[in-house]
């Protein structure tokens, strides 16, 4: 059973487009993350939700709109598709812990999106 | 803000031999983790092996390991007996040991080539 699913796995649009992608766990965690790799395979966090509300929101233009309709999803809604948001999207999700206790994230299999 | 860098872009090893993939980090916090994920063709990412900061033992996992230095804010992975399968991006990572805090800050990425 995949642990950590996106859908789709592959998306090109037309730049103005709106796009969604989706994310699901069945681990049972309750954080979920988005994570952005532009075309230089640079990684770096967007969001992370921890039961539902949103507590990582790094710096990302509001055109980006993460929804959390429970523990289990985290989807990434973008608006008016631009050149520069080409890149792979990844999902992670872990459980959070308290303070200074490991939890693995897992990450889903990423999202490259192509924007024309 | 914590930062992580890694100098070495690309690096070659001959099948069989060892290889030292480079990490260096800044940080003024004094508990936290390190992570070295792979990232083969497949984009998916995968944990290869963590360290916590407290612990002054370096982590090993089968022919993975690393060598910590807190005081200089160094963490290498050196991989012993390069097998072909090991071919991939290797990402350094940081995660705050804070609750609420447990983003990854990747370095850049270092391409691993495997000579046969």
């Known amino acids: 059973d995949t642990a950590v699913s996106q859908t789709p796995k592959y998306l090109v649009t037309q730049m103005g487009n709106d796009k969604s992608i989706k994310c699901e766990q069945n681990?049972?965690?309750?954080?979920m993350y988005w994570y952005k790799q532009d075309s230089k395979k640079f990684l770096k966090i967007m969001f992370s939700?921890?039961?539902?509300?949103?507590?990582i929101n790094e710096t990302v233009p509001n055109r980006f709109s993460p929804k959390s309709p429970d523990k289990a999803h985290l989807n990434l809604h973008i608006n008016s598709l631009e050149l520069g948001d080409s890149a792979v999207y990844f999902c992670?999700?872990?459980?959070?812990?308290?303070?200074?206790?490991?939890?693995?994230?897992?990450f889903g299999p990423g999202t490259r999106l192509t924007v024309l | 803000a914590q930062t992580v860098t890694q100098s070495q872009p690309e690096m070659s090893v001959q099948e069989a031999e060892t290889v030292t993939l480079s990490c260096t980090y800044d940080?003024?916090?004094?508990?936290?983790?390190l992570f070295w994920y792979k990232q083969p063709p497949s984009r998916q990412m995968i944990l290869v092996i963590r360290?916590?900061?407290?612990?002054?033992q370096n982590a090993t996992e089968n022919r993975f390991s690393v060598n910590f230095q807190k005081a200089a804010k160094s963490f290498s992975l050196k991989i012993s007996d390069s097998q072909l399968g090991d071919a991939a991006m290797y990402f350094c990572?940081?995660?705050?040991?804070?609750?609420?805090?447990?983003?990854?800050?990747f370095g850049t990425g270092t391409r691993l080539t495997i000579i046969p």
């Open positions: 992670a999700s872990s459980r959070m812990g308290i303070s200074g206790s490991y939890n693995e994230q897992f």
């Open positions: 681990l049972g965690h309750d954080t």
């Open positions: 939700y921890n039961n539902k509300e949103l507590i």
């Open positions: 990572a940081y995660r705050s040991a804070n609750f609420g805090n447990e983003k990854l800050t």
């Open positions: 360290q916590e900061a407290y612990k002054q």
């Open positions: 940080t003024s916090e004094s508990d936290y983790y």
